[in-house]
């Protein structure tokens, strides 16, 4: 019996490059995802226009470069995604009063994707409700960064899991194809204070790893028979 599956990706500041070879796999796939977006660019709009979901990814950590404070870095991203319904936090930051801070003062926003478990048979929905708050959090079970530390060369791993699998993909590795993160460690360490944003395709090109990686891992689910559903649909 088919499995049932959907597919996020947090954009992190990925160069538009990265982010429209993601959208190109789909697209060629036709499936319908989720994007959850960092910072400004025309690939959002772009996101939209194919018929795919853009919710955001505020990034609570020191130093933010979305804002000082929780209701202006949840305000900033919605800046690059107007019409968002579902989030995720970057690095998954997540703690009850926080949580409550974000719905109670942006009503708009109805799903937090922050609750992650790799591996996991049991990718599920539940509702959030604590003082006068309600919204609904889904766990998700499978993501690409995780899986780099469990690599095995020439090796695809177990990709589904139960009845649900809620994957979790970055374009950077999607680009890179990255299998157990050193490329993207030699990229980074050769490119120090450069805004990954403004990478272009032809310096990616060179810490492209040609083994069975996150691209390809991407590319089996995408081919697979079991069913793709939205998060909307959960």
Request: net charge negative; glycine share 4%.
């Given at each position: 019996?088919?499995?049932?599956?959907?597919?996020t990706f947090d954009i992190d500041w990925a160069p538009d490059?990265?982010?429209?070879?993601?959208?190109?796999?789909?697209?060629?796939?036709?499936?319908?995802?989720?994007?959850?977006?960092?910072?400004?660019?025309?690939?959002?709009?772009?996101?939209?226009?194919?018929?795919?979901?853009?919710?955001?990814?505020?990034?609570?950590l020191p130093g933010s470069s979305q804002g000082s404070n929780?209701?202006?870095?949840?305000?900033?991203?919605?800046?690059?995604?107007?019409?968002?319904?579902?989030?995720?936090?970057?690095?998954?930051?997540?703690?009850?009063?926080?949580?409550?801070?974000?719905?109670?003062?942006?009503?708009?926003?109805?799903?937090?994707?922050?609750?992650?478990?790799?591996?996991?048979?049991?990718?599920?929905?539940?509702?959030?409700?604590?003082?006068?708050?309600?919204f609904d959090r889904l766990l998700y079970n499978w993501e690409?960064?995780?899986?780099?530390?469990?690599?095995?060369?020439?090796?695809?791993?177990?990709?589904?899991?139960?009845?649900?699998?809620?994957?979790?993909?970055?374009?950077?590795?999607?680009?890179?194809?990255?299998?157990?993160?050193?490329?993207?460690?030699?990229?980074?360490?050769?490119?120090?204070?450069?805004?990954?944003?403004?990478?272009?395709?032809?310096?990616?090109?060179?810490?492209?790893?040609?083994?069975?990686?996150?691209?390809?891992?991407?590319?089996?689910?995408?081919?697979?028979?079991?069913?793709?559903?939205?998060?909307?649909?959960?």
């Amino acid at each position: 019996m088919s499995k049932k599956y959907a597919i996020t990706f947090d954009i992190d500041w990925a160069p538009d490059c990265a982010i429209l070879e993601c959208l190109e796999l789909v697209e060629k796939a036709n499936r319908k995802v989720t994007f959850f977006a960092t910072h400004n660019t025309p690939v959002n709009a772009e996101i939209i226009s194919r018929g795919h979901n853009l919710g955001i990814h505020p990034n609570f950590l020191p130093g933010s470069s979305q804002g000082s404070n929780i209701k202006a870095i949840v305000a900033e991203c919605l800046t690059y995604a107007p019409d968002a319904w579902c989030m995720r936090t970057h690095s998954l930051v997540q703690s009850s009063p926080l949580l409550h801070e974000i719905f109670f003062n942006f009503p708009q926003l109805l799903l937090d994707v922050s609750l992650f478990m790799h591996r996991s048979p049991f990718a599920h929905k539940v509702k959030w409700d604590f003082d006068g708050v309600s919204f609904d959090r889904l766990l998700y079970n499978w993501e690409d960064y995780w899986q780099l530390f469990a690599f095995e060369e020439d090796k695809y791993p177990e990709l589904f899991f139960g009845d649900l699998t809620v994957f979790n993909f970055h374009p950077m590795h999607v680009f890179l194809n990255s299998s157990d993160g050193s490329e993207y460690r030699q990229l980074k360490k050769e490119h120090i204070g450069i805004s990954h944003t403004k990478l272009s395709a032809e310096v990616l090109d060179k810490y492209k790893n040609s083994r069975i990686g996150t691209r390809n891992y991407l590319k089996e689910v995408l081919s697979s028979a079991n069913t793709c559903v939205e998060l909307g649909d959960i």
